[in-house]
C-alpha cells in the first residue's frame, strides 16, 4: 500500500478535510429548529378562551370553544409526557357535567318547568328543610338550566387543561419574574403532579398488560397504586436533592427601606388590582375601574421587579416574547374582549332562556368572534415528531 493512500487510516482524516463525516447518500437535510412559543402565550390565551366561556351558557358557544381549543391542542401539542394531561381534564369536564346533572335530578331545580321527563318517589322532609326536596318531578327545563351551566364550568376547566397541554411547566418557571420564582416552583410542582402521576399509571398499566396481569377493576387499581406513590415520594426526594444542589432559597441582602417599599408596592398593587377589576364588573363602578386598575398594575409591576432584586439566579437560554407570542395572546384576548361586548349588547342571544323551553340559536357575531382562537394552530410551529431509538 502507498504511503498516500495509507495516511487517512493513520491520521483518521485525509488532510485538506475538514473533520466533519460526509452526509449519506440519501438522508435528509436536517432544518433549523424553530424556537417554540414562549409559554406564558400558551396560558394568557387559554385563560383568555375561559374568560370568554364566563361571558356565555349558550351550549353552542361553548361547544365552539371546546372545539377550538381542541384544534389547538390537537395542531400543536409537543410529543412530552406533561402534555398528556388534557385528555384527563376532559373527563373531568365529563364528570362535572354529569355530577351536575345528577344533582339536578335528584334534588330538584329552582327552574319552573311545564314539560316532565319522569317522577320519582320523593322523600319528606322535616319543616325547617323547607325550600329542599328530595326525588319528585324531573322536567326538561331544569336540566337544560343546569346542563347549560355546567358547560361553562366544564369549558373553563378544558381551556386551562389546553395550557397545561401546550405550556412547558420547566420553561414557564424559568419565565417569571424573580420576584415570583420560589412561588413559581411550588405551582409548577403543583401542576406538574396530575402529569406525572397519569403518566406513571399508563407505564404501569401497560407493563401489567405485557405480564398478563389484570389492569383493571379494583384489583388492578390496588396494585397499580402503590407503585405510583413510590415513584411519587422518589421523584419529590429527587427534586429536593436538586433544588438543594443548585442553591435554592439563596437570597441577596437588600438594605430595609428597599424591601419595605418593596412590600407596600406589591400588596398595594394587588388592593388596586382587585379594586379596580371589581369597578369594571360592576355599573356603579364604571368610572373609577379602569384608572384604578392601571394605578394597581403599575404599582404591582414596579414591586415586582424591586423584589426580583432579593433573587439571584442566572437564566439560560431565557424564552423570547417574539410577534408570535403576541399574536397568540392577542387572538384569545380579542376572543374575550369581543364575547364581553356581544354580551353587553345582545345578552339574550348568549344567555338562552329554558322557560318556554326553545333550542338555542347560534349567533353569528360571537361565534365569527371565537373562531379567532384557532390563530396559533397557524401562526406557530408544529411540533417536532418523536424520535425513535435505532434497532
Not at 411547566?169 to 410542582?189: I, T
Not at 356581544?342 to 329554558?354: N, T
Amino acid at each position: 500500500m502507498r504511503p498516500a493512500e495509507a495516511a487517512p487510516r493513520a491520521g483518521g482524516r485525509a488532510a485538506g478535510t475538514t473533520g466533519v463525516p460526509p452526509a449519506r447518500a440519501g438522508a435528509p437535510a436536517r432544518h433549523q429548529r424553530t424556537a417554540p412559543v414562549h409559554p406564558g402565550a400558551w396560558w394568557l390565551w387559554a385563560l383568555a378562551l375561559g374568560t370568554a366561556a364566563t361571558r356565555t351558557t349558550n351550549p353552542l358557544l361553548l361547544a365552539l370553544l371546546v372545539t377550538v381549543s381542541a384544534y389547538v391542542v390537537i395542531t400543536r401539542r409537543p410529543q412530552a409526557p406533561w402534555a398528556r394531561s388534557y385528555g384527563a381534564f376532559v373527563k373531568l369536564a365529563l364528570a362535572v357535567l354529569l355530577v351536575r346533572l345528577l344533582f339536578t335530578t335528584l334534588l330538584g331545580s329552582p327552574i319552573p318547568g311545564t314539560h316532565t321527563l319522569l317522577t320519582l318517589p320523593e322523600v319528606p322532609l322535616p319543616d325547617w328543610a323547607q325550600g329542599i326536596r328530595l326525588g319528585g318531578r324531573v322536567t326538561a327545563e331544569g336540566l337544560a338550566f343546569a346542563l347549560y351551566d355546567a358547560m361553562k364550568l366544564a369549558t373553563l376547566l378544558i381551556c386551562v387543561g389546553a395550557a397545561n397541554a401546550l405550556a412547558n411547566p420547566a420553561r414557564l418557571l424559568k419565565s417569571l419574574p424573580g420576584a415570583l420564582y420560589e412561588m413559581g416552583v411550588a405551582v409548577v410542582v403543583a401542576l406538574t403532579f396530575a402529569p406525572n402521576l397519569i403518566a406513571d399509571v399508563q407505564r404501569l398499566r401497560a407493563a401489567r398488560r405485557l405480564r398478563g396481569r389484570p389492569d383493571r377493576g379494583l384489583r388492578g387499581l390496588l396494585q397499580v397504586g402503590l407503585p405510583v406513590l413510590e415513584g411519587a415520594l422518589e421523584r419529590s426526594v429527587a427534586l429536593a436533592a436538586a433544588m438543594d444542589a443548585r442553591g435554592y432559597g439563596r437570597t441577596a441582602q437588600l438594605p430595609a427601606a428597599v424591601r419595605r417599599t418593596t412590600a407596600a408596592l406589591t400588596l398595594g398593587g394587588l388592593l388596586g388590582v382587585c379594586a379596580g377589576t371589581y369597578g369594571l364588573l360592576t355599573a356603579a363602578g364604571g368610572t373609577y375601574g379602569i384608572p384604578v386598575l392601571l394605578a394597581g398594575v403599575a404599582a404591582a409591576v414596579a414591586g415586582l421587579w424591586l423584589g426580583g432584586r432579593r433573587t439571584v439566579r442566572t437564566r439560560y437560554r431565557p424564552d423570547r416574547w417574539d410577534a408570535r407570542a403576541w399574536l397568540v395572546t392577542g387572538s384569545g384576548a380579542a376572543v374575550a374582549a369581543l364575547l364581553f361586548l356581544a354580551a353587553a349588547r345582545d345578552p339574550a342571544a348568549l344567555h338562552p332562556g329554558v322557560v318556554p323551553l326553545r333550542a338555542p340559536a347560534l349567533p353569528l357575531g360571537p361565534a365569527a368572534a371565537v373562531l379567532l382562537g384557532l390563530l396559533p394552530s397557524f401562526v406557530t410551529p408544529a411540533p417536532e415528531p418523536a424520535v425513535k431509538e435505532p434497532s
